[in-house]
């Protein structure tokens, strides 16, 4: 439907940012077929997106998300969402991925203030996405117990959120409830044939193997 709304309109910047967002799901999720390929895809749409409506939030937001999760500078990244909330402050979307990036980049203190900003501005999102970001801030700050009550939430909310599971996984590894930690990884297996993924956009190595290593051991590979 997004790319009949493209052909429809070239310079239609929300449409290309979905579409964007889109390839960014498929890479997330394990589903897509040419990791590459659509990689490149995403990141060319997030770009064309900013091209069209470069003062348009939501574009911003999103195409700060892109551009983070698939390795581009995070810097701009970063810089591309305050520019989003500069200029609408009360726009609850761009608080939700100003917290995801802060969470890539290795902040989840401030990725949790962002949530905390996110939920105020729009009290009745409580969707899969928001709880499982939530949680992930909750496990890089090894608050354990707290991530695994927001993940556990957010797949009762999206049964198909990969990345829930796989942080679900990790943090009973932590905890030492390797049988539950095996079950979420059968639940995983399910849904997408990637459980460990090669590359993550967690750019500080001190959580990035906290999380592979977790999973590692829930998968029962070698940590």
């Avoid at 579409?19 to 060319?44: F, I, P, T």
Wanted: with cysteine; charged share 25%; net charge negative.
């Amino acid at each position: 439907m997004l790319e009949r709304a493209i052909e429809r309109d070239p310079d239609y910047g929300p449409a290309l940012a979905l579409a964007a967002h889109c390839h960014y799901q498929l890479d997330m999720h394990g589903w897509a077929q040419n990791r590459e390929a659509n990689r490149r895809k995403s990141v060319k749409l997030a770009r064309q997106a900013l091209g069209r409506a470069p003062d348009d939030p939501d574009v911003l937001a999103i195409s700060a998300a892109v551009f983070g999760f698939f390795g581009e500078d995070l810097e701009v990244a970063t810089s591309l969402v305050d520019r989003c909330l500069a200029l609408n402050p009360s726009f609850a979307r761009g608080w939700y991925w100003s917290g995801v990036l802060r969470n890539w980049a290795g902040q989840p203190d401030t990725a949790l203030e962002h949530f905390e900003t996110f939920l105020r501005l729009s009290p009745r999102e409580r969707f899969g996405f928001h709880q499982g970001a939530i949680g992930i801030a909750l496990f890089f700050s090894r608050r354990f117990d707290e991530a695994v009550r927001q993940l556990l939430a957010s797949l009762e909310q999206l049964p198909t959120l990969t990345p829930a599971y796989r942080f679900l996984a990790s943090c009973y590894a932590h905890m030492g409830r390797l049988d539950e930690a095996h079950q979420i990884v059968e639940r995983l297996r399910a849904i997408t044939p990637v459980v460990v993924p090669a590359d993550t956009p967690y750019r500080n190595p001190e959580h990035r193997e906290l999380f592979l290593s977790g999973l590692r051991l829930a998968a029962g590979e070698e940590t």
